[in-house]
């Protein structure tokens, strides 16, 4: 298995959306990397044939009826938000309207 | 004998027979806990108005005569990853520190047909990560065994407040262990369902394959209870799995005969102390002589467990953890330059460090090029754990180890070194992988007075069987009867 190196990290972390100063990001990568060096002894076992498990149960495509039922109530939900208005989340201008 | 040292079901009779009535059970465990809490601070948040209103109501159910649920009017403490309508969420971190869930997870539902009384909610390591509570955003709880050490993780909170008699009983929820182990190191009942018995919905996730709530109580007579109120299929989690609910207190069965025991021989190699091991093997020999058979077992992948855990569950936590972006609710960084800025910044400023470093971890074994060789890899040794335990249970009806290697450890002893920390879950990792049921009960005390757990663990849905071991052994030794001694805080009235 392969390592990480701060290059890696800042990839990861930008994944992520994390961001990290230069200590920060040696730190990570230390931390990091020994852990995946822990985890590498995975490797010990051949697992070719081995299929893979997500979860234990033998349970597929669980649905339920479609039925058109009432969600919370929005100003209950809005309630949360950092930012709404009108009825919406707010957010940072994402459409530059000068250009 | 104060009615906070009691059980719910030694409450509950005298409950009925209006002995007491729940305001007053509820006023003394609020007594109880303005004493201790100064020192345990197991409590994020305390809803005294709330659990009063409840108490009354309870109380008008008993007046009237009616038959009233086992749990009316037990007063019960929530762990802080359980959304709680209109009482805060925080899951301990920084990111959920104003989030008031707009409805209750299912499983508060469920309590509240019940008629508890909801104490308040606890202190957790952050999102449910780590193993000694000690990665909460908000405060440091202790072991009331010794207030020096951790109480365990990640439900340290909902463990120390029942060991400290500042609640009669409370949820949790475990991931690689984090019920049973903090059950083992304060010295109470702790145990984590078969993944899909009860109801993950309103439940902030973690690891979703993994995740399972359950309860912390004084004795297994309650543990059942609270599996009773909490069990069942929800149409609102698809991976809580359709299957009858047995009433758990029919396997309150005090006989130990033709109950087959495996002690897997991995679980006492190296890293066991050896105080921890004594008190283990001494547990196992009671049900021996009350009639069980012990046979060693092997399940040989045990070695592996950890390295697979801390790539499956770091994996589903980068994908679960990316909702908190700063836009519908939680935490907000200020003055973000622009949308992308927005999301790092809150990000970066809202998660502590363990919870950044499951992040990263997670979203490495996940990005291109490396899926296969970590994720894909992990999901096969997950295989290869539960085919062990799945031939082991064609052997013997429950496996019996210590729930975790050592006693609770000092505060800060493990905070440097993120993968010995990661270790304190070799015990019960395995049994999360395979979705299994594990129970904690206390099995004695090291010499420095700390308490030891005793794990059993069963197939899927044979819980029934790890509270008859749970409860046998229980009966015929004196271990959950101890308390710790807080008694230089206490101001009685």
Avoid at chain 1, 15 to 29: G, S, V
Wanted: hydrophobic share 40%.
């Amino acid at each position: 298995m392969a390592t990480i190196t701060t290059d890696g990290v800042r990839h990861v972390a930008n994944l992520a959306r994390l961001e990290f100063n230069d200590e920060e990001t040696q730190h990570f990568t230390e931390q990091l990397a020994r852990i995946l060096d822990y985890i590498g002894k995975l490797n010990e076992l051949e697992t070719d044939a081995v299929p893979p498990t997500s979860h234990i149960h033998p349970l597929q495509n669980v649905t339920k009826p479609d039925v058109v039922k009432s969600s919370y109530p929005r100003e209950e939900v809005l309630a949360n938000a950092p930012e709404a208005e009108a009825g919406y989340f707010g957010v940072p201008r994402v459409i530059d309207t000068a250009n | 004998m104060s009615l906070y040292n009691l059980t719910a079901h030694a409450l509950h009779e005298k409950l009925k027979a209006r002995e007491i009535t729940a305001v007053a059970l509820t006023e003394s465990v609020y007594a109880r806990i303005e004493a201790v809490e100064p020192h345990v601070k197991g409590y994020l948040t305390l809803t005294k108005d709330i659990a009063l209103e409840q108490a009354r109501a309870a109380d008008a159910g008993f007046q009237k005569g009616n038959d009233m649920p086992p749990l009316a009017g037990i007063p019960i403490a929530i762990k802080d990853v359980i959304c709680t309508k209109g009482v805060r969420t925080t899951c301990a971190s920084k990111i959920l520190s104003n989030f008031v869930p707009p409805y209750d997870a299912t499983v508060m539902t469920k309590l509240h047909q019940q008629g508890v009384v909801m104490l308040g909610k606890t202190n957790m390591d952050e999102f449910a990560m780590g193993s000694s509570t000690e990665n909460s955003a908000y405060q440091i709880t202790h072991n009331p065994w010794n207030l020096g050490t951790i109480p365990g993780g990640s439900s340290g909170g909902s463990a120390a407040v029942v060991s400290a008699d500042a609640a009669i009983c409370s949820l949790g929820s475990d991931t690689g262990g984090s019920i049973r182990q903090p059950a083992a190191l304060c010295g109470v009942v702790g145990m984590k369902p078969t993944y899909g018995r009860v109801s993950r919905y309103g439940l902030v996730a973690f690891a979703s394959s993994l995740d399972q709530i359950g309860p912390f109580s004084k004795d297994v007579t309650d543990c059942a209870l609270l599996l009773n109120a909490i069990c069942g299929s929800d149409a609102m989690d698809s991976t809580s799995v359709d299957m009858p609910v047995p009433d758990f207190t029919q396997s309150l069965i005090n006989d130990a005969k033709g109950l087959k025991i495996g002690v897997p021989k991995e679980y006492f190699a190296q890293g066991l102390e050896a105080e921890v091991a004594d008190r283990v093997h001494a547990a196992i020999a009671v049900l021996e002589q009350l009639g069980a058979t012990v046979e060693e077992i092997s399940l040989p992948h045990t070695e592996y467990a950890i390295a697979t855990y801390y790539i499956i569950a770091p994996a589903e936590a980068s994908a679960n953890l990316a909702r908190y972006d700063g836009v519908r609710y939680g935490y907000r960084t200020e003055n973000p330059a622009d949308l992308l800025n927005m999301y790092k910044k809150t990000r970066s400023e809202g998660f502590g460090p363990e919870v950044k470093r499951r992040i990263m971890l997670g979203t490495f074994a996940l990005s291109a090029g490396y899926q296969d060789a970590y994720y894909r890899k992990a999901q096969k040794v997950r295989t290869l754990i539960k085919s062990d335990f799945d031939a082991a249970f064609q052997k013997v009806d429950v496996i019996a180890t210590p729930t975790s290697p050592t006693p609770a450890f000092k505060i800060g002893e493990r905070t440097a070194d993120a993968l010995q920390m990661y270790l304190s879950d070799v015990m019960t990792t395995p049994a999360s992988h395979a979705g299994l049921p594990g129970i904690s009960v206390p099995c004695g005390f090291v010499e420095s007075g700390l308490p030891v757990g005793l794990q059993f663990l069963a197939a899927p849905f044979a819980e029934e069987k790890l509270l008859r071991a749970a409860y046998t052994f229980e009966q015929n030794t004196e271990h959950h009867r101890q308390k710790p001694d807080l008694s230089s805080f206490l101001v009685e009235n």
